[in-house]
């Protein structure tokens, strides 16, 4: 009896290879950007799954509530906040690199991308029209622990006045400690546990202004 193999297994293997391949590059993107500013870039790898499912699973996507990214990269978390159900129109992304920038727009067709510097969110958000307390989330993969702690405040009080009372700030570290550490009064901290399979292993840190 002659054996027939099945298309679907090739096809499934083709996908594979494609996807290593994919995930090699993005990982070449990531050290070549980092190399050039590591003070901009912060991590010479993209998110993994783990990492990225965890940061997105903190959002409750509601349709017409909008979530921005601060520093998407090459979109691994993007994927995931996608994944997670917050609509394309929805979804606002703030990328410095322009090489970064140009490869959102192909992958992520329909997620509006902003080219600028997410520590200047008041101009950000400006640029966009987004109104205080107009936000659904804020989802960051910044580089908090290349900047000083009076910085990563700032822009802490400055996304808090985008964000519904309890919505969240999400952001991950690398670090041993918080990523901010001095709160301003009336707001809350919680932690995920360590991510042991990403890599550099991380934690999740979530922000949100308490509800009057």
Not at 7 to 30: H, N
Not at 117 to 146: F, H, R
Not at 176 to 202: E, H, Q, Y
Request: glycine residues 8%; contains cysteine; proline residues 9%.
């Amino acid at each position: 009896m002659k054996h027939i193999r099945d298309p679907g297994i090739k096809t499934c293997k083709a996908e594979r290879i494609s996807a290593v391949r994919a995930k090699a590059v993005d990982e070449l993107r990531f050290l070549r950007t980092w190399l050039e500013s590591p003070l901009k870039t912060g991590a010479v790898s993209p998110s993994g799954p783990e990492l990225a499912a965890c940061m997105a699973s903190y959002l409750s996507p509601e349709p017409g509530k909008r979530v921005v990214e601060l520093g998407p990269g090459t979109g691994a978390v993007t994927a995931a906040i996608l994944q997670r159900g917050v609509a394309p129109a929805d979804l606002k992304l703030v990328e410095f690199c322009p090489e970064f920038c140009d490869l959102l727009q192909k992958r992520f067709p329909g997620v509006g991308i902003r080219r600028g510097d997410a520590y200047d969110l008041q101009g950000v958000m400006a640029q966009e029209g987004i109104l205080p307390l107009g936000l659904n989330g804020i989802v960051s993969s910044l580089p908090m622990l290349n900047r000083p702690e009076e910085a990563r405040l700032e822009l802490l009080k400055s996304a808090l006045e985008f964000l519904a009372p309890g919505a969240p700030f999400i952001q991950f570290s690398y670090g041993l400690a918080p990523p901010i550490r001095m709160l301003p009064k009336g707001v809350t901290m919680s932690t995920s546990g360590w991510i042991w399979r990403n890599f550099p292993p991380a934690r999740v840190f979530v922000y949100r202004r308490t509800v009057s």
